[in-house]
Structure formats: structure tokens, C-alpha cells
């Protein structure tokens, strides 16, 4: 039964290449990372590596300041059409949760600079000695798919009627297989093909709108 102030729908969302129109991380690395961190993506593809070691070695090779780093975030974007997704969201008294294993700074950055103002659980970085060091405050060791914030671990805190997930990649698997909806594209489409979930392609957040019948 639905409870006074529990919200219809929850939709838990991924942050890079599904709100983000880039692989904001990627993007960083491949502008002040060493060549050398795309070794950590290819073992990670394989399943060599779990994506906390695969995040960990990458962002080990970057040389850059923090201001650095945010001078090339400012130029990426986000989805045009999220804004108003999210707005139509609250309008609707549901919510939008953003479940991410990028980093907490480029997040606060682009939400910010789009005027959103959404929960979201991503990874941290420290600054530090011209590099960057990533802290993982979700590492969950139970977790399905051994990412390094446990996307899943997150949804209890955010209960609701119907749960739907919107992503992209990996990292989303854990989730969105925790969902009664999930909008899928890349290769978390192809993911999904081979799963039996209830699951839609989508293109960007105003086909979600359409299909959701906002
Ligand atoms: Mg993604
Ligand atoms: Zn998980």
C-alpha cells in the first residue's frame, strides 16, 4: 500500500554516458591520463579486474590539478532533455536518484551547472601531490557485479511503488536487475536481451518521457 509521503515511482539513474552525454571520467583520462590507462579498461572489459581496480589504476596515471580537470568538465554536457525530466519527475511528487560510479566532483559540477538538484551516490577523489586518488565510500564485497559503489545498496534507502532504472553500462547490471522497469541502452541493452527482465531501448531522457507517458 502506498504510504502518505512514499513516492509512486523512484527512477534510479546512471550518470555517465546516460545523464552525461560523455564518459565524463574517460574524458578526463583520456586528456590527462597516461596511454597506459587504457590497459585498466581493456582487463575490466575482459573481467580481468573489478571496476574499484580498474578506476584505481586508471586515475593513478593522471597528472593534472583539480582546476584542471574542471576547466574540461565545464566544456562536456549533459543531456538537454534531463532537466525537464526531472522537473516533470518532482512534478509528479516521484523521484530521481542518481546512482553513479564516476566522481562526486564532476557530478556536483555539471548538476550545478544545469540547475538540477537531485540525490546522488558516486565515488570520491582526493586531490593530491598533481594527481588524483580515488576513496570508494559504497565498496559493497557482496556486491554482484563487483563495483566499486554498489548501485543496488543504495535502492532500500529509497523505497517507492515501482522502481525504474535508466543505463548504460556495467556497473548498472547490480540494479537494474532490482527494478520492475529498466531503460537500457549500449551495452547494458545488450546485457539486458540475455536477462529476464521487463526492459525498454531508449535513446535519451525525452524518449523516457515519451514512454513513460509524461
Ligand atoms: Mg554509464
Ligand atoms: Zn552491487
Redesign the pocket.
Known amino acids: 500500500m502506498k504510504s502518505q509521503n512514499q513516492p509512486h515511482t523512484v527512477y534510479f539513474s546512471d550518470f555517465d554516458g546516460t545523464i552525461a552525454q560523455l564518459d565524463i571520467g574517460d574524458t578526463i583520462l583520456r586528456h590527462f591520463g597516461d596511454p597506459s590507462w587504457q590497459d585498466y579498461a581493456r582487463r575490466y572489459a575482459l573481467g580481468e579486474i573489478n571496476s574499484q581496480e580498474c578506476l584505481r589504476g586508471e586515475f593513478a596515471t593522471l597528472r593534472a590539478t583539480k582546476q584542471q580537470i574542471l576547466q574540461l568538465v565545464d566544456t562536456l554536457e549533459l543531456d538537454p532533455t534531463f532537466p525537464e525530466f526531472v522537473r516533470k519527475v518532482h512534478e509528479r511528487g516521484d523521484e530521481l536518484i542518481v546512482l553513479s560510479d564516476g566522481q562526486s566532483y564532476y557530478l556536483e559540477h555539471m548538476l550545478a551547472k544545469y540547475d538540477v538538484h537531485v540525490p546522488f551516490y558516486a565515488n570520491r577523489a582526493v586531490f593530491e601531490n598533481g594527481g588524483v586518488k580515488l576513496e570508494f565510500p559504497h565498496l559493497?564485497p557482496d556486491?554482484?557485479?563487483n563495483?566499486a559503489n554498489?548501485?543496488?545498496?543504495h535502492m532500500p534507502k529509497h523505497p517507492s511503488e515501482r522502481r525504474v532504472y535508466i543505463g548504460d553500462g556495467t556497473s548498472d547490471r547490480?540494479a537494474a536487475g532490482k527494478t520492475d522497469l529498466v531503460y537500457a541502452k549500449g551495452p547494458l541493452l545488450e546485457w539486458a536481451k540475455k536477462q529476464p527482465w521487463n526492459y525498454r531501448p531508449f535513446r535519451d531522457f525525452a524518449d523516457v518521457m515519451a514512454q513513460e507517458g509524461f
Request: proline letters at 0%.
Open positions: 559493497n556486491c554482484e557485479v563495483a554498489c548501485k543496488c545498496s547490480c
